[in-house]
C-alpha cells in the first residue's frame, strides 16, 4: 500500500469520526423534536431530512459545493470575514458528509424515541422528573441502541460516500481524498490490484458493520418486549391470571 | 414548596372536544380515599390527568383553575384562568396508572430509588424510604428484579410503592386494579386502605367497579358524561337518590368489631344494640376497632316482628322513614334507619309493593331487617 492510500484511510477515518459526533449532537434534539411533534407539517420535515437517500450524491455535492464556494451564500460570507471559503477543504467534507448521513443518524433515532411509551414519562413528570432529566434517565437509556444503530449508520456511511465528496473535496490527496475516491483514482490509472487492496478492506468493513448493528437490533427488540409487557396484558386482562 | 399533604382542592374545568365535554367546577375536600365513580368514557382519567399537569390540551387553554390547599393552610394555584400552570414535576401528586409504567431498564430498588432520589431532603417522609417501603408492601425480595420478571399484581404493587416513593401531597390512582385477579385485588384493597391510614396521604381512586369502590373509599364522588353528580361522604352518597340508583342499593354500615375467634371461624360485630354474626373474614380485624359490612338493597328481607324461625340469624331493628321509586315499577324502595346513640345509620332496603302492602308498613314502623349476603372490610 502506498503512503497516499494509506493517507486515504486515515483522512477517510478522521472525516467518519468528526461527522458522526457533530451529527449525533444536531441529530438528538432534531430526531426528538420530530417523534414528539402533533404538526401536519411534520411529514413535510420529515421528507427534508429523508431527502439524501434518495437524491443522486452529485446533486447533493453540486448545491453543496456552489453554497460553501467562495460565490455562495456561505462561502462568500467566510470571505467577507476573512475566513477562507469551504470549497475543496476538510471542513467542507465534514459538512457535506453531514448533510449525506443525516437521515442515518435522525431515523434510527426518531424511531427509538417514538417507541418509549408516554406512560413512562408520564410517570417520572410525576416525580418531579424535569424534561432534561427525563430525557437523560429515562430515553437515553432506553434507546441505547437506536443511538448505537446511529453512530454505526452514519460512521459507516460517511465512509462509504462517493459523489458528494468527490464534487465537494475534488480528491486532492492528502487533503480531501478518501478511500472511495482513492480507489476511483487506481482505476483510472488502470491499478487494480491497489484498488482490489482498499475495495476489499472496505466490503469486510461494511459487511462486519451491517452484522453489527442487526445484532444489536435483535437484543433490543428484546428490551421493548418487555417495556410493553404491561401493554399486551391490559388488552387480554379478562382471561389472564396474573398472580 | 410544602411538606404537609393536602385538605382540599378547587376545580373549575371546562374542556370541550369534538363528542368529550368535561365540565367541572367543584370543591373537593381531601380526605382519607376519595373514590371517582362512574361510567368508562365518563371523563374519569381526563380528570385525574388534568390533575396531574398532564393534559397538554387543557394546561394551555384559558378559563380553567386549579388551587390546591395544604393542611398547614397553605394556598397554591397550579392552573389559572390566564392559562398559566405549573408543570407536572412540580405539583407533587403521585400517579398510579392502570399499567405499572415501571421504568423497564431499572431493577425493583432503582425504580424506588428513582422517585425517593428526586423528593428534596426536608420533604422525605422517612417511612417512605424504599427500604422500608419495600418490606413494608412484601416487594424486597424482587428488589434486583427487573419489571419484566414480575407478575402483573406484583408489577402493580412496585409501582404503588414506587409512588409511595415520591413523597406525594396527593395521589391519584387510574384504576390500578383493572389488570388484577380476585385475589390480587382484594390483597391490593387493603394494603392501599392500611397505607393510607398509616402515611395520612390524601388519595384520589377512579374505577368503574362498584365493589372496589365501595370497600375502598371514605368519601364518593359519582361522575357522568363528563360531570360531577354528587359527592360526600360514602354513606350519605350511597343514601341519595343518585347514589341508590347509580351504585345499586349498595349499603354500608359502620359496626364495632366485638369478637374475632379464628379456631370457631365466628366474627361478631356490634351495630346499634344488635350484635351480629358472620363467618369469620380471611382479614385481620382487631377487637374494638371499626368495620364496615357492605350489603345491597335487594338482600334484605323485612320483618315486622323478630323471628326466631329464620335461617338468617342476624336481625337488625330500624325505622322506616319513607318509601321512594326504586326505579322497577313492582318494587319499591325503603328507607329505613337503624337509630342509636349518635343518631344512627342510614339504609335503603328494596322490596315488592305486594310485600309492601301485604306487612302494611308504614312511615315510623319499626321493622326487623335479615341481611342475607355481606361483605366485610375495614
Known amino acids: 500500500m502506498n503512503p497516499a492510500d494509506l493517507d486515504a484511510i486515515f483522512i477517510t477515518l478522521k472525516l467518519a469520526l468528526i461527522s458522526t459526533v457533530i451529527l449525533m449532537l444536531i441529530a438528538m434534539p432534531l430526531a426528538w423534536w420530530l417523534s414528539q411533534m402533533q404538526s401536519r407539517f411534520r411529514p413535510f420535515l420529515e421528507a427534508t431530512v429523508a431527502l439524501p437517500l434518495v437524491l443522486p450524491p452529485t446533486v447533493l455535492g453540486f448545491y453543496l459545493l456552489v453554497a460553501l464556494g467562495p460565490q455562495g451564500v456561505v462561502g462568500s460570507t467566510l470571505e467577507k470575514l476573512g475566513i477562507q471559503h469551504l470549497a475543496f477543504s476538510f471542513t467542507g467534507l465534514v459538512i457535506g458528509s453531514m448533510v449525506y448521513s443525516l437521515p442515518f443518524a435522525v431515523q434510527p433515532l426518531q424511531n427509538a424515541f417514538s417507541q418509549v411509551p408516554r406512560d413512562l414519562l408520564d410517570a417520572a413528570a410525576t416525580m418531579r422528573a424535569k424534561p432534561l432529566d427525563r430525557f437523560f434517565s429515562l430515553v437515553l437509556p432506553l434507546t441505547k441502541h437506536g443511538f448505537i444503530t446511529a453512530c454505526v449508520l452514519s460512521f459507516a456511511h460517511t465512509i462509504g460516500e462517493f459523489g458528494v465528496v468527490l464534487m465537494i473535496g475534488g480528491n486532492i490527496p492528502g487533503e480531501t481524498q478518501v478511500i472511495s475516491t482513492a480507489i476511483y483514482d487506481h482505476v483510472e490509472s488502470l491499478n487494480y490490484s491497489g484498488a482490489n487492496k482498499l475495495s476489499l478492506g472496505l466490503l469486510v468493513f461494511s459487511l462486519m458493520v451491517l452484522a453489527m448493528v442487526y445484532s444489536l437490533n435483535r437484543g433490543a427488540g428484546n428490551m421493548f418486549a418487555s417495556a410493553g409487557r404491561g401493554q399486551i396484558k391490559s388488552t387480554s386482562s379478562a382471561e389472564e391470571n396474573v398472580e | ?378
Request: hydrophobic share 40%; net charge neutral.
Open chain 2, 1 to 378: 414548596m410544602t411538606i404537609a399533604p393536602l385538605q382540599s382542592m378547587s376545580l373549575q374545568i371546562d374542556l370541550r372536544r369534538k363528542g368529550f365535554t368535561l365540565s367541572v367546577n367543584t370543591e373537593l375536600p381531601l380526605q382519607g380515599i376519595t373514590s371517582l365513580f362512574g361510567p368508562s368514557g365518563c371523563g374519569k382519567t381526563t380528570l385525574l390527568r388534568t390533575i396531574a399537569g398532564l393534559n397538554d390540551t387543557l394546561t394551555a387553554s384559558h378559563g380553567n383553575q386549579i388551587t390546591v390547599v395544604d393542611k398547614n393552610g397553605s394556598e397554591y394555584c397550579w392552573q389559572n384562568e390566564q392559562g398559566e400552570s405549573i408543570p407536572s414535576w412540580q405539583r407533587q401528586v403521585g400517579l398510579v396508572f392502570q399499567k405499572p409504567a415501571l421504568f423497564p431498564h431499572l431493577n425493583v430498588q432503582n425504580n424506588l430509588d428513582y422517585a425517593w432520589s428526586r423528593v428534596p431532603k426536608q420533604q422525605r417522609i422517612k417511612q417512605l424510604e424504599p427500604t422500608k417501603l419495600m418490606t413494608r408492601m412484601g416487594i424486597s425480595v424482587f428488589r434486583d428484579r427487573l419489571p419484566s420478571e414480575l407478575s402483573g399484581g406484583q408489577q402493580q404493587r412496585v409501582a404503588l410503592a414506587r409512588t409511595l416513593a415520591s413523597c406525594p401531597q396527593l395521589m391519584l390512582l387510574d384504576e390500578p386494579l383493572a389488570n388484577l385477579d380476585g385475589g390480587a385485588k382484594n390483597y391490593f384493597i387493603l394494603l392501599l386502605k392500611q397505607l393510607q391510614q398509616e402515611t395520612k396521604i390524601p388519595m384520589i381512586y377512579m374505577s368503574h367497579q362498584l365493589d372496589e369502590v365501595v370497600q375502598l373509599s371514605d368519601r364518593l364522588i359519582l361522575m357522568d358524561s363528563g360531570q360531577l353528580v354528587t359527592q360526600g361522604a360514602i354513606a350519605d352518597v350511597l343514601q341519595s337518590n343518585e347514589g341508590y340508583t347509580r351504585c345499586q342499593g349498595e349499603n354500608i354500615l359502620f359496626a364495632q368489631v366485638l369478637e374475632n375467634n379464628r379456631e370457631a371461624g365466628l366474627f361478631a360485630v356490634q351495630v346499634a344494640n344488635t350484635t351480629l354474626w358472620f363467618p369469620a373474614p380471611a382479614q385481620e380485624f382487631a377487637v374494638g376497632a371499626i368495620c364496615r359490612i357492605h350489603f345491597r338493597a335487594k338482600d334484605i328481607s323485612l320483618a315486622t316482628e323478630l323471628n326466631a324461625q329464620s335461617s338468617i340469624s342476624n336481625s337488625i331493628a330500624a325505622v322506616i322513614e319513607s318509601f321512594s321509586d326504586s326505579g322497577h315499577k313492582a318494587e319499591v324502595r325503603v328507607r329505613l334507619r337503624i337509630e342509636n346513640a349518635n343518631g344512627g345509620q342510614a339504609v335503603s332496603a328494596t322490596i315488592t309493593k305486594a310485600s309492601q302492602q301485604r306487612l302494611e308498613l308504614a312511615v315510623g314502623a319499626t321493622v326487623y331487617m335479615q341481611v342475607k349476603a355481606v361483605a366485610l372490610s375495614i
